[in-house]
């Protein structure tokens, strides 16, 4: 399991990007050493595998043994999320972005997603498009 502090934050959809070899894993591949993910953003990478009915036994496993830490959302994570409900609101954020933001803030690393909605959001985290 990776002890070092995190310098990435994964958004569920930078993960599967690597995991299913879809664009944009090679901007995240050199970063799963030093990456963490959100808990909720890691039930949303299992809920994807589940939508495609392929068992997530060992997938926790897999992934901590590429270096990527699982964080815990905490209750400040959640005052957080729920402060970041108004400014992002407008480009559609859902709950699970807001944690990832959440907690490249709590970390104060950047925030790596697919999601191209996250480039039009100024709240404080640096965030990188992955493709």
Known sequence: MNTAEPRA???A???VAVLWEEPGAGKV???????AISSVNWAEVLQRYRAVEVATTGKRESVEGLGVRIEAFTGEDADVVAV???????????LADRACLAL???????????????????VG???????
């Open 104 to 122: 490249a803030m709590r970390l104060k690393a950047p925030a790596y997603t697919a999601d191209r909605a996250w480039g039009g959001v100024d």
């Open 9 to 11: 934050v994964l958004d």
């Open 84 to 94: 970041l409900w108004a400014p992002t609101r407008q480009v559609g954020l859902s």
């Open 125 to 131: 985290a640096n965030v990188v498009l992955i493709r």
């Open 29 to 35: 591949e050199p970063l799963l050493a030093c990456a």
């Open 13 to 15: 959809s930078a993960l």
